[in-house]
């Protein structure tokens, strides 16, 4: 079966600092790969999507990026953290076929000081 | 570009007893996906149920069903028996036919009370 695996579960980071979360997927091959920030009671965004290695889309502009030097690994960044980068970070994937349904990680709860 | 959104903040209900989550959703797309998702407070994005928009019979899964409305662009999701471990937010979310953008209402919070 297929498990999707994103870590760390928290953090805590200074204004400034650099970032990189991780998320890998295992039990399938080229999968589409999901980034989402979800704020406070809120819905989510998606913020960075993959349908292959070293390919990403950005649908909202903004201080982070992502990458996916392996098919199944997808890594989200940043070189300086912004206090409006908090948040709460899900990855996702998806099977090729579009009728499929995104199944999400546990998420990283990030926090700025 | 799609719109999904949740008009009820907050709902509450009495274990064992049956609540409807309402949902509306506007697309340009003739083909589309939609979807419920539950997040508990253990923040996991769980999958509950899933529709898709071509097939005209409800969609539904144990205790899970949806009362979709093509034509009034309304996907509503209804909860029988609810038991106490239902307790989550839940969210709407639609896809187009690549998939890829899923976009999510803002959520309905619900509390089964014992």
């Known amino acids: 079966s297929q498990t999707i695996h994103q870590w760390p579960a928290t953090l805590v980071q200074p204004v400034g600092s650099p970032l990189s979360l991780e998320c890998t997927v295992e039990?399938?091959?080229?999968?589409?790969l999901y980034w989402y920030r979800q704020a406070a009671g809120r819905g989510l965004q998606l913020l960075f999507y993959s349908v292959g290695i070293g390919q990403i889309s950005s649908e909202v502009p903004q201080n982070l990026s992502a990458s996916r030097p392996q098919d199944r690994q997808f890594i989200l960044s940043s070189k300086k953290l912004l206090l409006s980068d908090s948040g709460f970070y899900l990855c996702a994937w998806r099977g090729i076929a579009s009728n499929q349904p995104q199944h999400f990680g546990d998420g990283t709860r990030l926090s700025i000081l | 570009a799609q719109t999904v959104t949740q008009s009820q903040p907050e709902m509450s209900v009495q274990e064992a007893e049956t609540v409807t989550l309402s949902c509306t959703y506007d697309t340009s797309e003739n083909n589309y996906y939609l979807f419920w998702y539950k997040q508990p407070p253990s923040r996991q994005m769980i999958l509950v149920i899933r529709q898709e928009a071509y097939k005209q019979q409800n969609a539904t899964e144990n205790r899970f069903s949806v009362n979709f409305q093509k034509a009034a662009k309304s996907f509503s999701l209804k909860i029988s028996d609810s038991q106490l471990g239902d307790t989550a937010m839940y969210f709407c979310a639609s896809a187009g036919n690549a998939g890829n953008m899923l976009t999510f209402g803002g959520g309905t919070r619900l509390m089964v009370k014992p």
């Open positions: 039990g399938t091959s080229n999968p589409n």
